[in-house]
Antibody
Framework: QVQLQESGPGLVKPSETLSLTCTVS????????WIWIRQAPGKGLEWIGH???????NYNPSLKSRVTISVDMSKNQFSLKLNSVTAADTAVYYC??????????????WGQGTLVTVSS | DIVMTQSPDSLAVSLGERATINCKSS????????????LAWYHQRPGQPPKLLIY???TRESGVPDRFSGSGSGTDFTLTISSLQAEDVAVYYC?????????FGQGTKVEIK
């Protein structure tokens, strides 16, 4: 059973870079799309972007200028970098996998999520 | 971007009664080439990540109780909980994967009356 776990700093200063890693266990990174989604406190879900195991990416245009998603197959991990953060980037960040191989559609499983607060 | 609008924002239903949640997309999610609607449903219990319930608008995920069903096509979709149980208290989200950026509805909070 594939499990995902987010890791990274819980506090980031304004204007700095938010960096998170998602470690995949119980399965391989290969053949799937891997996704980052965030949820601001008390708000809904926002798709940040995805990466295919081959390295091709697609980002939300609202964040595209600040986002980089990368994959490290040797470590079975993928990562998120969001630069020039502001308080508006405070959210729970989830990593997830597209449920079907080769299809970027619906998401399952999800990580438990990690709260990142942007504050000085 | 495709805008997803859910209604109502919240509803309270008695245990054992039916709950119905609607989701409307700003453009059709139906692909005629494969006859599929690119829509999924999730629920999210407090402090938990979202959990997949339904994909292709009406296909129940493995292990999801059959009291959950999805219907609709094109731009109008419905999630029905046929007999509400205490563990169904959650926020429910629809999601379109017809195009990127993939987008979610604002959520519908389901509570016990």
């Amino acid at each position: 059973q594939v499990q995902l776990q987010e890791s990274g700093p819980g506090l980031v200063k304004p204007s700095e870079t938010l960096s998170l890693t998602c470690t995949v266990s119980g399965g391989s990174i290969s053949n799937y799309y891997w996704i980052w989604i965030r949820q601001a406190p008390g708000k809904g879900l926002e798709w940040i972007g995805h990466i295919y195991y081959s390295g091709s990416t697609n980002y939300n245009p609202s964040l595209k200028s600040r986002v980089t998603i990368s994959v490290d197959m040797s470590k079975n991990q993928f990562s998120l970098k969001l630069n020039s953060v502001t308080a508006a980037d405070t959210a729970v960040y989830y990593c997830a996998r597209a449920a079907a191989a080769g299809v970027y559609g619906w998401f399952d499983p999800w990580g438990q999520g990690t709260l990142v607060t942007v504050s000085s | 971007d495709i805008v997803m609008t859910q209604s109502p924002d919240s509803l309270a239903v008695s245990l054992g009664e039916r709950a119905t949640i609607n989701c409307k997309s700003s453009q059709s999610l139906f692909y005629s080439s494969n006859n599929k609607n690119y829509l999924a449903w999730y629920h999210q219990r407090p402090g938990q990540p979202p959990k997949l319930l339904i994909y292709w608008a009406s296909t129940r995920e493995s292990g999801v109780p059959d009291r959950f069903s999805g219907s609709g096509s094109g731009t109008d979709f419905t999630l029905t909980i046929s007999s509400l149980q205490a563990e169904d208290v959650a926020v429910y989200y629809c999601q379109q994967y017809y195009s990127t950026p993939q987008t979610f509805g604002q959520g519908t909070k389901v509570e016990i009356k």
